[in-house]
């Protein structure tokens, strides 16, 4: 199995860094070699509730955060060959959540992959058919040769929910 570190950005994220941290490690079938969080100045209970898991806790000033130039400063601390990103009120839907995504490297050809998101359960309306249009239930192969056939949703990347081969992450980074 390939080696993977999960690595969540935060800022006052108490309201559902516990869960998203208790579903990180709770994971069945592998597990990743580290969980590493970049914090830019939570002022509420996040980083109390994050000491309560072996994570390693990264501190930036808030006024240092950029999102891209943050995910790329937290795949810089790790050495994996999957660079696992969620946000912080990204929680796994599922046991076998990381399993899936890493399931997807056995084959050489994949570089990046992202999860479906779905709407939390006080979402509007609005926000569930958007979510439901973007991620639906079918998963998509965004093979280049098949690009024009899936219009915009073959350039549509989410990283709140992603894993990216470190190899990619190096030859393009995150735009900052």
């Known amino acids: 199995m390939v080696s993977a570190s999960i690595l969540v950005l935060t800022k006052n994220g108490s309201k559902d860094i516990g869960a998203l941290l208790q579903a990180v490690y709770s ?43 943050t995910r790329n400063l937290a795949a810089e601390l790790t050495s994996s060959e999957i660079l696992v990103f969620l946000s912080q009120d990204a929680v796994p839907a599922s046991p076998t959540w990381l399993a899936a995504m890493l399931a997807n490297f056995k084959d050489a050809g994949v570089g990046a992959v992202y999860g479906r998101q779905f709407p939390k359960s006080q979402s509007s309306l609005e926000r569930q058919n958007v979510l439901e249009t973007i991620y639906g239930e079918q998963r998509l192969v965004k093979d280049p040769a098949l690009g024009n056939r899936l219009g915009s949703r073959f350039y549509h990347f989410s990283d709140a929910n ?13 735009p900052e």
């Open 162 to 174: 992603s894993a990216i081969r470190r190899s990619v992450w190096q030859g393009t980074r995150f």
């Open 27 to 69: 994971q069945e079938e592998v597990r990743a070699n580290e969980v590493v969080l970049i914090d830019s100045g939570s002022s509420d209970a996040t980083l109390q509730i994050a000491r309560q898991y072996p994570v390693r806790i990264e501190h930036i000033q808030p006024d240092s955060f950029h999102h891209a130039r």
